[in-house]
T-cell receptor
Framework: TQLLEQSPQFLSIQEGENLTVYCNSS?????LQWYRQEPGEGPVLLVT?????EVKKLKRLTFQFGDARKDSSLHITAAQPGDTGLYLC?????????????FGRGTQLTVWP | DSGVTQTPKHLITATGQRVTLRCSPR?????VYWYQQSLDQGLQFLIQ???????AKGNILERFSAQQFPDLHSELNLSSLELGDSALYFC?????????????FGPGTRLTVL
């Protein structure tokens, strides 16, 4: 079983603050994906990172894939209440051609106005 | 709206019973995935189908089974239900079966076993 550990588990901040959440594993992944899930809904894909060391930006969100493809981080600049949600990282098996995703337990982010 | 539909949205049943969860993938998607989300285990992969055939199996109990029909909709059957089966069950779909295909998740079915 591929294990992904996310930290912190909970994060409560004020609007305008910056934050970083982490996704770590002892396993190498073919790719890593970040999802956001809101209550009563399914996860929605934010980004996929494939290459070790890759950095992707999505407006105020910056995603980084570790050089060894074992870890990833999500940095949010100037957080807004609309960023509130459960952030999940998910990895795909190294060498596998199938779509099975291994999910971390998630970081529950609350941004207060 | 992801384009993936799941029914029912909520299901309440008793231990020992059998239920069927239904999923319709996005138009054009051939792969269907089932995931279980619980507070203690997080989101866990159960099974994947591609164009009617089983492609990958995860932590799916023997009491659970699934299939994908010729029209590509899928059903997840849960039998001899136990209290611990209470969870959110998500279906996702993707165009292909490979790892980097984006998976689109449905809204989920919340199963409560009393």
């Amino acid at each position: 079983t591929q294990l992904l550990e996310q930290s912190p588990q909970f994060l409560s901040i004020q609007e305008g603050e910056n934050l970083t959440v982490y996704c770590n594993s002892s396993s190498v992944f073919s790719s890593l994906q970040w999802y956001r899930q809101e209550p009563g809904e399914g996860p929605v894909l934010l980004v996929t990172v494939v290459t070790g060391g890759e950095v992707k930006k999505l407006k105020r969100l910056t995603f980084q894939f570790g050089d060894a493809r074992k870890d990833s981080s999500l940095h949010i600049t100037a957080a807004q209440p609309g960023d509130t949600g459960l952030y999940l990282c998910a990895g795909t098996d190294r060498g596998s051609t199938l779509g099975r995703l291994y999910f971390g337990r998630g970081t529950q982010l609350t941004v207060w106005p | 709206d992801s384009g993936v539909t799941q029914t029912p949205k909520h299901l309440i049943t008793a231990t020992g019973q059998r239920v069927t969860l239904r999923c319709s993938p996005r138009s054009g998607d051939l792969s269907v995935y089932w995931y279980q989300q619980s507070l203690d285990q997080g989101l866990q992969f159960l099974i994947q189908y591609y164009n009617g055939e089983e492609r990958a199996k995860g932590n799916i109990l023997e009491r659970f089974s699934a299939q994908q029909f010729p029209d590509l909709h899928s059903e997840l059957n849960l039998s001899s239900l136990e209290l611990g089966d209470s969870a959110l069950y998500f279906c996702a779909s993707s165009v292909g079966q490979v790892a980097n295909n984006e998976q689109f998740f449905g809204p989920g079915t919340r199963l409560t076993v009393l």
